[in-house]
Nanobody
């Protein structure tokens, strides 16, 4: 059974850091592009960052550029999202999605339509 499992969320003060993990079970992430998405309370689902399936190219939405870093460790079958200088507006449930295409649709601003697998999400709360 294929599963994506996110972890690493939590409560952090503004300016703090978290590292989210997206671990894959039942599939090899070597052949998948990965997107990170988020949904804040009362807001629409939005793209955050993505990494290509071939050469590891990375993409970020403007609001997180310079603060977030996406990376993959194929040996651990895991993709990470390092989040630094967190702001209250980063508060959301964060999801990862695996996509057999070169990039998730509309990366990094797309909504992940057509992605093959989704995780259940991990809550990130940025508050003092």
């Amino acid at each position: 059974q294929v599963q994506l499992v996110e972890s690493g969320g939590g409560l952090v003060q503004p300016g703090g850091s978290l590292r989210l993990s997206c671990a894959a079970f039942g599939l090899s992430l070597d052949y998948y592009a990965i997107g990170w998405f988020r949904q804040a309370p009362g807001k629409v689902h939005e793209g955050v960052s993505c990494i290509s399936s071939s050469d590891g190219s990375t993409y970020y939405v403007d609001s997180v550029k310079g603060r977030f870093t996406i990376s993959r460790d194929n040996a651990k079958n895991t993709v990470y999202l390092q989040m630094n200088s967190l702001k209250p507006e980063d508060t959301a449930v964060y999801y990862c999605a695996a996509d057999r295409r070169e990039l998730p649709s509309g990366c990094p601003y797309g909504l992940g339509r057509g992605s093959d697998y989704w995780g259940q999400g991990t809550q990130v709360t940025v508050s003092s």
